[in-house]
């Protein structure tokens, strides 16, 4: 499989031939179709975010078709279209049971392996890392069985990669972990991947008719973009937009075929796999929306 490797942090990404490792138990081969092109993958690449393992295949935001799965995989088959979750889940910690998935207490944040401590992709003998557990700047990709969420094949899946990280994340952001009701006024400080879906989720608990009286606003406060409290407000931050992968990634998919969530308009600029760095230039310049990597 053909995939954009960073060698090292603050230098530019390479294209290379990787070997792949069939998927394992609860796993799943994934053939890419598309992958976004996120501000988390610039900062990996660019060395703002310092310790990430080397070499790597970035790419956290995906969608493609499964191609093969492993022994005792029971949610996938040969053939499911897949959005791609940075988020695995256990379905057994007490964060998964109550319903909190995108807080799974047994995720192994950003070691750059699958759960089971390990990668399946390899350069000439060595381990190449897997970048949000997805590393969807790939051909192909073997992911856990938590993170590939079947969906309507109906969903162009160019458009459906953003679904994985940038709308979930903002949209969740408003419906989930804020809880905006119809009416309330809402402030959005930044409109990029995520800042737009904030406003788009907004936009969708909205009531129909004007405005509500400002003594009936809600005061909800959420600093989704970064998982980080607002200044002066306090712990009011949010993961993953409250994502319940398996529930919430098929809704916003349904909500954008009845012609409720808007994704095209998002992407500002497609690219080939060979083009990773022109992507990252452009998204660096703020002169993209979203930028998607075509294979």
Same mark, same amino acid.
Request: charged residues 20%; hydrophobic residues 40%; glycine residues 14%.
């Given at each position: 499989?053909?995939?954009?490797?960073?060698?090292?942090?603050?230098?530019?990404?390479?294209?290379?031939?990787?070997?792949?490792?069939?998927?394992?138990?609860?796993?799943?081969?994934?053939?890419?179709?598309?992958?976004?092109?996120?501000?988390?993958?610039?900062?990996?690449?660019?060395?703002?975010?310092? @310790?990430?393992?080397?070499?790597?295949?970035?790419?956290?935001?995906?969608?493609?078709?499964?191609?093969?799965?492993?022994?005792?995989?029971?949610?996938?088959?040969?053939?499911?279209?897949?959005?791609?979750?940075?988020?695995?889940?256990?379905?057994?910690?007490?964060?998964? !049971?109550?319903?909190?998935? $995108?807080?799974?207490?047994?995720? +192994?944040?950003?070691? @750059?392996?699958?759960?089971?401590?390990?990668?399946?992709?390899?350069?000439?003998?060595?381990?190449?890392?897997?970048?949000?557990?997805?590393?969807?700047?790939?051909?192909?990709?073997?992911?856990?069985?938590? %993170?590939? #969420?079947?969906?309507?094949?109906?969903?162009?899946?160019?458009?459906?990669?953003?679904? =994985?990280?940038?709308?979930?994340?903002? !949209?969740?952001?408003? #419906? $989930?972990?804020?809880?905006?009701?119809?009416?309330?006024?809402?402030?959005?400080?930044?409109?990029?991947?995520?800042?737009? $879906?904030?406003?788009?989720?907004?936009?969708? !608990?909205?009531?129909? /008719? @004007?405005?509500?009286?400002?003594? /009936? /606003?809600?005061?909800?406060? %959420?600093?989704?973009?970064?998982?980080?409290?607002?200044?002066?407000?306090?712990?009011?931050?949010?993961?993953?937009? =409250?994502?319940?992968?398996?529930?919430?990634?098929? /809704?916003?998919?349904?909500?954008?075929?009845? @012609?409720?969530?808007?994704?095209?308009?998002? #992407?500002? +600029?497609?690219?080939?796999?060979?083009?990773? $760095?022109?992507?990252?230039?452009?998204?660096?310049?703020?002169?993209?929306?979203?930028?998607?990597?075509?294979?």
């Amino acid at each position: 499989m053909r995939a954009s490797v960073l060698f090292e942090q603050g230098k530019p990404v390479q294209v290379e031939e990787l070997d792949l490792e069939a998927p394992r138990e609860g796993e799943a081969l994934v053939r890419m179709t598309a992958s976004g092109v996120c501000h988390s993958c610039l900062h990996a690449a660019d060395g703002s975010w310092k @310790g990430v393992p080397v070499p790597i295949v970035l790419g956290d935001e995906g969608a493609g078709v499964v191609e093969a799965v492993g022994p005792g995989t029971q949610d996938l088959q040969v053939g499911d279209h897949v959005i791609l979750s940075w988020a695995p889940t256990c379905g057994r910690c007490h964060f998964c !049971v109550i319903g909190r998935p $995108n807080l799974c207490e047994r995720r +192994q944040p950003g070691r @750059g392996v699958l759960p089971d401590g390990t990668t399946r992709m390899s350069l000439r003998g060595q381990p190449v890392y897997h970048y949000g557990h997805v590393a969807t700047y790939a051909s192909r990709t073997v992911v856990a069985e938590s %993170c590939a #969420i079947a969906i309507d094949t109906r969903m162009p899946l160019d458009r459906a990669a953003l679904i =994985g990280c940038s709308v979930m994340t903002g !949209v969740g952001a408003v #419906i $989930n972990t804020a809880a905006v009701p119809a009416g309330a006024s809402m402030a959005v400080f930044g409109v990029g991947g995520v800042g737009l $879906n904030v406003v788009q989720g907004g936009v969708m !608990v909205a009531e129909p /008719r @004007g405005h509500l009286r400002p003594d /009936r /606003r809600a005061r909800h406060r %959420c600093h989704p973009a970064a998982g980080r409290p607002a200044p002066g407000h306090g712990r009011a931050g949010c993961s993953y937009g =409250g994502a319940r992968t398996r529930e919430d990634l098929p /809704r916003l998919v349904a909500l954008y075929l009845a @012609g409720k969530l808007r994704v095209d308009e998002l #992407i500002t +600029q497609r690219y080939g796999l060979d083009e990773a $760095n022109e992507a990252f230039r452009a998204l660096a310049a703020g002169e993209l929306g979203r930028g998607l990597i075509m294979f």
